[in-house]
């Protein structure tokens, strides 16, 4: 069974940071990117960071040099730091695999959806 689970959202003043995680299960046989989206309300999900499987990244442009992302191959896990947050990063943020599990053909997985609110 595919599973994506994300965790690290919370509830930050702005100029905080928080680190979001998001592991996937071991069903993956290969995974080539993984990302992060985020969905604030009324508007649409948006990329957020991602990182292939040879490490390299693109961020939005609202969040590079305050957003880091980055992977573990041998763990299926990605994180996010996330630096000088703004009360504009509040949102639902959302954990992408683009991969293939055993038997299947490659496919876009979502994970949960963590939410991330920056307020004072």
């Given at each position: 069974?595919?599973?994506?689970?994300?965790?690290?959202?919370?509830?930050?003043?702005?100029?905080?940071?928080?680190?979001?995680s998001?592991?996937?299960?071991?069903?993956?046989?290969?995974?080539?990117?993984?990302?992060?989206?985020?969905?604030?309300?009324?508007?649409?999900?948006?990329?957020?960071?991602?990182?292939?499987?040879?490490?390299?990244?693109?961020?939005?442009?609202?969040?590079?040099?305050?957003?880091?992302i980055?992977?573990?191959?041998?763990?299926?896990?990605?994180?996010?730091?996330?630096?000088?947050?703004?009360?504009?990063?509040?949102?639902?943020?959302?954990?992408?695999?683009?991969?293939?599990?055993v038997?299947?053909?490659?496919?876009?997985?979502?994970?949960q959806?963590?939410?991330?609110?920056?307020?004072s």
């Amino acid at each position: 069974q595919v599973q994506l689970v994300a965790s690290g959202g919370g509830l930050v003043q702005p100029g905080g940071s928080l680190k979001l995680s998001c592991e996937a299960s071991k069903s993956f046989f290969s995974i080539n990117a993984m990302a992060w989206y985020r969905q604030a309300p009324g508007k649409e999900r948006e990329l957020v960071a991602r990182i292939t499987s040879s490490g390299s990244t693109n961020y939005a442009d609202s969040v590079k040099g305050r957003f880091t992302i980055s992977r573990d191959n041998a763990k299926n896990t990605v994180w996010l730091q996330m630096n000088s947050l703004k009360l504009e990063d509040t949102a639902v943020y959302y954990c992408n695999v683009v991969g293939r599990i055993v038997g299947d053909i490659i496919r876009t997985y979502w994970g949960q959806g963590t939410q991330v609110t920056v307020s004072s």
